[in-house]
């Protein structure tokens, strides 16, 4: 399952959304990056982030911030451009470094702006299945699953890793498309055979090659949802795919539908903030949006 084609896709539907803006009201969609610390991941992603956001017709600005900056100093950096008119989406950088209270910083974000749908307040929402903004890596591979046809309804669905920003609300998402789900974490007991079971694994561990092939159960679709230096995913994917009816590769399945989705709802949060009917940006939607 490749996410490059229908990525692309997004992208250029939300920037003919965006050009109308520009064309019929003056303005750009604009969103708001706060980048925390140093982490070299973290900065090659928002680059390449703001690159594909510019050729979409987003503006961008970076706000980054020390790792030894107070919780306090990021928050006030939020609340500043959550009043900011001219700001529609806000995208606070993962990972937060510690010690600074990560939870605290995403609950300064309102719920208008909250694009990739880490507040608390966004994730009830998505968990009871009503409007909100997503979180883009969920609801990628949501659109992922539908542009290959897979059908949830009735399946039986593994999701690894909790997060809440990957793991909870994907497994919100399947509940709510009516698939039977597990979800399995760092100290879920006999994994392996948990994961045999299942006819759909979204895999988020965080462990490179995490999952190997002899787990899968032949004709399973599997999603890997993990980037690791290398870059490899969560899943060995030489092995997997022998026994996968699909599977994603890592670069080049999820990661572009990511970025594609952060687009689409950045533009479609600028046409909620003016009061203009959504174009192809989708505003948002009962989970699960396929």
């Given at each position: 399952?490749?996410?490059?084609?229908?990525?692309?896709?997004?992208?250029?539907?939300?920037?003919?959304?965006?050009?109308?803006?520009?064309?019929?009201?003056?303005?750009?969609?604009?969103?708001?990056?706060?980048?925390?610390?140093?982490?070299?991941?973290?900065?090659?992603?928002?680059?390449?982030?703001?690159?594909?956001?510019?050729e979409a017709g987003i503006d961008t600005v970076l706000h980054a911030l020390p790792a030894s900056a107070p919780t306090g100093h990021v928050i006030e950096?939020?609340?500043?451009?959550?009043?900011?008119?001219?700001?529609?989406?806000?995208?606070?950088?993962?990972?937060?470094?510690?010690?600074?209270?990560?939870?605290?910083?995403?609950?300064?974000?309102?719920?208008?702006?909250?694009?990739?749908?880490?507040?608390?307040?966004?994730?009830?929402?998505?968990?009871?299945?009503?409007?909100?903004?997503?979180?883009?890596?969920?609801?990628?591979?949501?659109?992922?699953?539908?542009?290959?046809?897979?059908?949830l309804d009735g399946v039986h669905a593994c999701v690894i890793g909790r997060s809440p920003i990957l793991g909870r609300p994907m497994a919100s998402l399947l509940i709510n498309a009516h698939a039977t789900v597990t979800l399995c974490h760092s100290r879920t007991r006999d994994l392996p055979d948990i994961v045999r079971q299942a006819d759909l694994l979204i895999a988020a561990a965080g462990r490179p090659r995490f999952v190997r092939g002899d787990w899968i159960k032949p004709g399973a679709v599997v999603v890997d949802a993990g980037y690791n230096e290398g870059p490899v995913g969560d899943v060995d994917f030489e092995s997997a795919c022998r026994r996968a009816a699909l599977i994603t590769p890592v670069p080049g399945g999820v990661g572009p539908m990511t970025i594609a989705v952060l687009?689409?709802?950045?533009?479609?949060?600028?046409?909620?903030?003016?009061?203009?009917?959504?174009?192809?940006?989708?505003?948002?939607?009962?989970?699960?949006?396929?």
């Open positions: 399952m490749l996410g490059r084609d229908p990525a692309q896709r997004l992208i250029a539907a939300a920037g003919e959304s965006a050009a109308r803006l520009r064309r019929d009201r003056g303005i750009s969609p604009r969103l708001a990056n706060v980048l925390i610390g140093d982490d070299p991941s973290s900065a090659v992603y928002v680059r390449m982030e703001q690159r594909r956001c510019r950096c939020v609340r500043a451009l959550a009043a900011d008119s001219t700001v529609h989406a806000i995208l606070v950088q993962h990972p937060v470094p510690a010690p600074i209270d990560k939870r605290a910083v995403f609950e300064a974000i309102p719920p208008e702006k909250d694009i990739d749908g880490v507040s608390s307040a966004t994730l009830g929402r998505v968990l009871l299945g009503m409007p909100a903004w997503i979180p883009c890596t969920p609801r990628g591979i949501m659109l992922l699953l539908a542009e290959y046809k897979v059908t687009i689409d709802q950045t533009v479609a949060a600028a046409e909620r903030r003016l009061g203009v009917s959504a174009g192809a940006a989708a505003a948002p939607s009962p989970a699960p949006i396929i």
